[in-house]
């Protein structure tokens, strides 16, 4: 960690080092081990953050303002534009609606002291829970890491109780003969396994299958390709100029000390 950066980080709070990582997928699992281990109140919000997320100005203060309001949703998120068609959801079958965000019918939408949030299907692995929800599902959100591909997708899915995979995609990790080379067959039927594995484990009694709830507009924007352009899934995301908020960004970094390469 560069010095400057984790100087601003330490004037804000306390720094903790990950002590078994070595992938972005161990430091995860190896992370949610020692947060849930830690003390502290159950109704605690935990806010997971990956380092190339840019956010809005006033993002996590409403946040927690929406924590404070619906103490009994255990999973809030800035990021993810793909929405639960709740009339047509059913069971274990995970239905989205064709446009993202709070649009059109089908769409649970609430409003929650002038921000709408709505009924999320998925995001990444940046997101907010409480203490008690990541405690209960310590077991599932570690075990997600290890599906493979879009985990993070497969992880939400399984934490409401929807199935995370297509029996075909799973089938078609169990049988990768004359789909691929012979030397990838024993990693697609490892994947395979552990696909079929997820699939019980997603089968979730009803008092545990978890509710999300996403903001409309996101509130905070992922920058692994350098675009700040709308959200591909949804135009909702233009409701934000992302472009002022990285300059904004970068001049408070500035003014703290902190350098940056490759440009502004």
Known sequence: MPHDRLRVMEAYGEVRAVRRGGSDRSSYREML???????????????LAEDDYIYTDDSLTR???????????????????????????????????????SDGPGAAVVDIRGTTWFRIASTTSTYGLR????????????????TGGAWDDATCRMLQGFLPFAPGVVRSDLLPFGREPVSGWPRSIARGLVRSAAVPMSRRPSSRRRTFLGSDPELAFHMEDGDVSPHPASTRTSKIDWATVAAESIQWGRDRGIRFEGGS
């Open 63 to 101: 946040l927690v303002t929406a924590a404070e309001d619906r103490p009994e949703v255990d999973y809030l998120m800035l990021y993810g534009s793909f929405a639960v068609d709740v009339d047509r959801s059913r069971g274990r079958r995970l239905t989205l609606l064709p446009q993202g965000g």
């Open 33 to 47: 081990a020692d947060e849930a281990a830690r003390p502290g109140e159950g109704a605690d919000l935990i806010w």
């Open 131 to 146: 203490r008690r929800a990541l405690r209960e599902d310590l077991r599932l959100l570690r075990f997600g890491a290890l």
